[in-house]
């Protein structure tokens, strides 16, 4: 794997409330040097990041029904819409964890089709493709939990499933990006994130299966591996 090919499985994510428009300028410039997956970033900012990585190769991802996942589903829905149409190519949206943990799996999957469908039909009026994540925020849920969602996830045509927000109880760890594997096949993505920050953790997360590592320290990552002649 070249440093390249390692930059390309890194969302380079910045999701501080306290984040300014200078920062997220910031964070865009540098990544469309180091070629990033996409940066990550609140909906408030999507236009700004769009604008900064236009032509760049760099997507914009942004978050909807996120941390908790308990907005309601016309808000979530609106948030995906609204982050599509000003300029976000993938949407990291966090399904609903109360009616999952209430055992409501009907209400789970009719909000998940509902917003999975407007990324859909708002990407097709936007004309532009977009990328569809569903944070399971598996600290807070049993294997057999975890595996009915992603089947779920896999059944109504999410791209990925993804581990964490990064602001649950835990974030990604090896266990669960191997159960996420295992439980979707070879074709569909799988995305870890939460507390994965050196170069050694993003590649034992690639190793368990992972195809996209959502991260605040990609350039701490990418300059590890700049070190190492593997990677040149």
């Known amino acids: 794997m070249t440093q390249r090919e390692l930059a390309a499985t890194l969302d380079m994510t910045l999701l501080k ?7 997220i300028v910031s964070l865009c410039e540098r990544a469309v040097l180091l070629k990033p997956a996409a940066v990550c970033v609140f909906p408030i900012w999507v236009k700004t990041a769009a604008r900064v990585v236009a032509g760049s190769g760099v997507a914009v991802c942004t978050v909807a029904g996120f941390p908790t996942g308990c907005s309601v589903r016309g808000s979530k829905m609106h948030e995906v819409r609204a982050a599509i149409a000003g300029g976000a190519t993938e949407v990291d949206m ?7 943990k209430t055992g409501d799996w009907g209400e789970v999957q009719r909000e998940l089709s509902d917003l ?20 399971l925020e598996c600290c807070y849920l049993t294997d057999d939990e975890k595996v009915r969602a992603a089947d779920l996830c896999q059944a109504l045509g999410a ?36 507390g994965i920050r050196t170069l050694e953790d993003a590649l034992a997360m690639l190793e368990a299966g992972a195809t996209r590592i959502g991260t605040s320290a990609a350039e701490t990552i990418l300059e590890e591996a700049s ?5 040149a």
Do not use: H, Q, Y
């Not at 966090?94 to 999952?100: F, I, K, Q, T």
């Open 17 to 23: 409330p306290s984040a300014a428009k200078t920062d």
């Open 94 to 100: 966090v399904l609903n964890l109360g009616a999952l």
């Open 116 to 135: 999975l469908e407007t990324a859909r039909v708002t990407a097709m009026e936007v004309e532009r493709p977009v990328v569809t994540k569903v944070i």
């Open 159 to 194: 791209n990925f499933v993804k581990t964490s927000t990064g602001f649950g109880t835990g974030g990604a760890t090896l266990e669960d990006v191997r159960l996420l594997r295992k439980t979707v096949g070879p074709e569909m993505g799988v995305k870890a994130a939460g």
């Open 227 to 231: 070190k190492l002649p593997e990677f």
